[in-house]
């Protein structure tokens, strides 16, 4: 059996989930093994509709009464019990923040290792995987002995693959024992973006601007883009050092890794670092004056030219609805 | 006062391609100068800005080969008050000996640090687990992927950013924290501060890699296939918009 750890908004699975649940259920098919979602928090029960058909057979929802939101060390401690009951073969969790922080708690309750961003596993007695390093621009082979197998799946690299006739899992709740401690770390409250517009690890279109669009101004018409593709803004971390744009907005290695339907880079290079954020893009178009720019060789679409002419022009044809 | 630890990994500079060694088990460095981590860099300026604030002393720690007391200067430029190697033979350590070193060394030290820094995660192997191991190992509460740190009454408030908002955890000190790039900006150390770190004295200890069950081991590296290909290029300057607009409208449907 594989045991998966699935976050989901209000039931509805999120895309890093469903994605390593392509590779939860390719382990468990390999040893004729069912998969177990654990699943926390509010609408858990709701995910089983959805779960069903990305091939999950049981969704064990984690209820305890003093388990109100996100405690790290109190959901992999939930799930060190649920495998304890369970004795599943491998342990799973996205590829997410949360996902990466669990699984490295449950390492630490269970004293085993943690095969972080796997992007393939053949099982066996040790499973044989590759995984992301260096944010993905290498690809580490490696062999993992340990009972249970830890994981975590690499973020938007694995594909995401319903199942034919997967039919509604089952549901069971599972309460853990959890103590104190376990809740200290907790999530003592939200506080909501004052930011208008599509978060940027959301976002659909993503107009990235770095060193060459020469100040915080120029990202006005970057902005005006945007926003008439229902899109959002981001930065290459050049362009963040400046001081042009808030380090939220930063693309790349040390910031954040998207996947939106295109990426529109502006007057950015293409360094190894900015393009493992943003390698997960379905399509990407570069607007660069350097013909010759390391990110002419990873775009789909290219324009040469000043991205200050070119995407103020690029607004204005939209307007004019040509 | 608040002491604090901040832990660093020394990384290879890699440039735009990274090239590996003939038997695959590294990146083939004699090209390259060596580095930390950015998120490394915050976990220094954030300990000696917390210093400054409330007073204490900030130690700088790595698990690493000798020539790692280079990136333990940076540190100390970036005005850290100490500085401690546990020096390795060069090899790799994976999370969990790093993890143990650092656990073992500060209780064989018996320093109660009062908060312990590091980055989110390497910028090389990315494991996410050194900084939640030492924090387990220690008995100590851990917050990861924080961007804003605030110190009061013994109390570390630690917020992380998430999609619509940020997330706020309160947890007492003593603690470990781990950070990401954006938390500060990093000084840039001075010239002068940089020459008096390098005559400053770097203790060096022999780290404890500890004893546990199951393996995870490094049978090689591989560059990815590069999927480089040309872009099709839709014209030069802003004659293209159309171009572009039709691609937007027609390919990738977002118009």
Redesign the interface.
Known sequence: MTLALVEHDDGTPTELSLELLSLARQLAAAADEPVVAAVFGEGAEATAATLGDHGVDAVRPVTHANLDGYAPRAWAESLVQLADELSPEAVLAPGSDRGQEVMAHVGASLDRPVAANCLTVAPGAAYELTRQRWGGSLVEHARLESDPKLLTAAAHELAIEPVDGGGEATVEPFEPTLEADHLAVRVARFEESDEEGVPLGEARVVVSGGRGVGGPEGYEPLEALADLLGGTVGASRAAVNEGWRPHADQVGLTGAKISPDIYIACGISGAIQHMVGCKGAKSILAINTDPDAAIMGKADWAVVGDLHEVVPAVVEAIRNGD | MVDVLACIKRVPD?G???VLTEDAQD?DASNLGFTM???EECAIEEAVQQVETHGGSTTVLTVGPDEAAEQLRTGLAMTADEAVLLETDGAEW???ATAHAIAADVEAQGRPYDLLLFGN?S???????V???V???LGL?????I?DLTIEDGVAVA??????????????LPAVVTV???INSPRYASMRARMQARKQEVPSREPDPGE?????????????A?????????????????E??R??RD?????
Do not use: W
């Not at chain 2, 199951?214 to 990815?224: D, H, S, Y």
């Open positions: 890699t735009a391609k990274i990146i981590s950015p998120h994976g999370p969990r995660e910028a090389d192997g990315a494991n996410y687990q900084g939640v191991r924090a387990r190992a509460p851990c917050v990861t992927g961007k917020k992380r950013e998430v999609t619509g908002g940020v997330e706020v955890y309160e947890v007492d990401k790039e954006g546990r069950p199951g393996a995870f081991e490094l049978v090689r590296l591989e560059t990815p590069e999927g480089d290909s040309a872009a099709v290029v839709l014209g030069e300057g802003p004659a293209a918009a159309p572009v607009v691609v937007l390919e990738v449907e977002v118009l």
